[in-house]
């Protein structure tokens, strides 16, 4: 913790907000011991506040595992992630949502490139990476993208691929791919939103021992005095 960084500014800070009718109540106690996890690193004032601030642009609910806040040591910086169903949901409920085509692009034995819808590959051809089409009524042309594998695969410390990607490569390259899609496609609605698949993040390991904690009543911290609730629009 920084010279500036007190332990009074964590506990003076409670930042409050509405999802869909519900109240959220996030101060650096909770984030720290229900987001993040108490036994992770330590999250720091600003990446507190750069968390709460998007959870509460992009109407994103942590406690619904809408949003996570990855820390895996006190000296590297917090990863904020979404979880892999809040992109393409919030796509589709916008109005200006036409649809989304999507696959993957293979080689097959004689070199020759395949772009092809879904995520079929047969056993003779190398997964070489992914494409997106994504279309939203009021524009003329679609967007476009496409993403190599060896660029966005995630890897061990050895430079092996970790197990979804080695298991299920094709998946995960065309997860990454409808969500870069979807991004430039939706920039005021995805703006600084990624999924784990493209941050490098295996929630699987950080939530299995996760439960979804319903805030019917905000959780309270003794450290967080209620009464001092910041305002994220001035900060």
């Not at 506990?11 to 011991?33: H, M, R, W, Y």
């Not at 989304?100 to 056993?123: Q, S």
Request: aromatic share 8%; hydrophobic share 35%.
């Amino acid at each position: 913790m920084s010279n500036t960084e007190t332990k009074e500014e964590k506990k003076e800070l409670t930042v409050t907000f509405e999802v869909d009718g519900e109240k959220v109540k996030l101060s650096p106690a909770i984030v720290q011991n229900y987001i993040v996890g108490k036994d992770k690193g330590k999250i720091t004032v600003p990446e507190f506040k750069f968390f709460t601030s998007l959870c509460k642009a992009r109407k994103l609910n942590p406690f619904l595992r809408e949003a996570y806040l990855v820390k895996y040591g006190d000296t590297q910086p917090a990863q904020m992630v979404v979880s892999k169903d809040v992109i393409m949901r919030r796509a589709v409920l916008h109005p200006d949502y036409d649809g989304i085509e999507d696959g993957i692009i293979v080689t097959n034995e004689n070199g020759e490139i395949i772009e092809r819808k879904g995520c079929f590959k047969l056993p003779n051809e190398t997964l070489v990476g992914a494409w997106a089409k994504v279309y939203r009524k009021s524009w003329k042309y679609p967007t476009y993208c496409s993403v190599s594998f060896d660029e966005v695969a995630q890897k061990k410390k050895d430079g092996s691929l970790n197990s979804m990607w080695a298991d299920k490569g094709a998946t995960m390259a065309n997860k990454v791919a409808k969500c870069r899609a979807l991004r430039e496609s939706f920039v005021e609605e995805f703006s600084q939103i990624y999924d784990e698949t493209e941050m490098g993040v295996d929630l699987s390991s950080e939530t299995q021992n996760q439960e979804i904690v319903q805030q019917d009543e905000p959780i309270e911290v003794d450290a967080t005095p209620v009464e001092n609730v910041v305002n994220m629009d001035e900060i």
